[in-house]
């Protein structure tokens, strides 16, 4: 089963990296492809196409480029940038960070995901800790929870979203980021080896 036919995506490319030493995250290479290429990928059919926030790595053309205001002021305020940025919303909204090397199994999972009367279908990791940027919400709904926040700067993912009724949906380790450089290297052996998911962090 696909993702649904009409959907939007809000590719967010603006984080800090600090934990890569402060470089533009989103154009690191990984497996000869920029971080960012595979959340694009996985969102390549996307009704409306926004990357939030600076990057020099390669966007589709067709892509709306926005920036929260003010800049880097959290993912939160990106959502909400790149949100008001879609002139004509579809019913479904992915958000999906731009450091995700397996989003495209990721997103996969979330299109075939029965989503029932929720307000959206979001990735679990093992713990039960909710990736918010790997997620499918009614846009509406996400558009209620951009409105009842308010000013999103500064304001967690948590602030946004934590009212809405999530689905969870458990995965292994396609929900895992590229946070640091032993990150990266796991990530690299792991799509080197032809694995369809990487190796646990510390291993």
């Known amino acids: 089963m696909s993702a649904p036919v009409e959907f939007d995506a809000i590719v967010l490319v603006g984080g800090a990296g600090a934990r890569l030493g402060g470089i533009d995250k989103a154009a690191v290479q990984l497996a000869g492809r920029s971080l960012v290429s595979r959340p694009l990928e996985a969102v390549r059919d996307a009704q409306t196409l926004v990357v939030v926030g600076h990057t020099s790595a390669e966007v589709p053309e067709r892509a709306v480029r926005v920036v929260e205001e003010p800049a880097g002021s959290g993912p939160a305020a990106a959502s909400v940038a790149g949100l008001r940025a879609i002139q004509r919303p579809a019913e479904w909204t992915y958000l999906i960070a731009c450091d995700l090397p397996g989003a495209v199994s990721a997103i996969q999972l979330l299109g075939a995901a029965d989503a029932g009367d929720a307000d959206g279908v979001v990735l679990a990791e093992p713990d039960g800790r909710l990736q918010w940027l790997l997620g499918r919400y009614r846009s ?60 646990p962090k510390g291993q």
């Open 140 to 199: 509406s709904a996400l558009r209620a929870a951009a409105d009842a926040l308010g000013d999103p700067a500064n304001r967690s993912m948590r602030a946004l979203l934590g009212d809405l009724r999530l689905a969870e949906l458990p995965a292994d380790d396609v929900w895992r980021d590229v946070d640091t450089w032993a990150d990266h290297e796991q990530w690299a052996r792991a799509l080197d080896d032809s694995r369809a998911t990487p190796p």
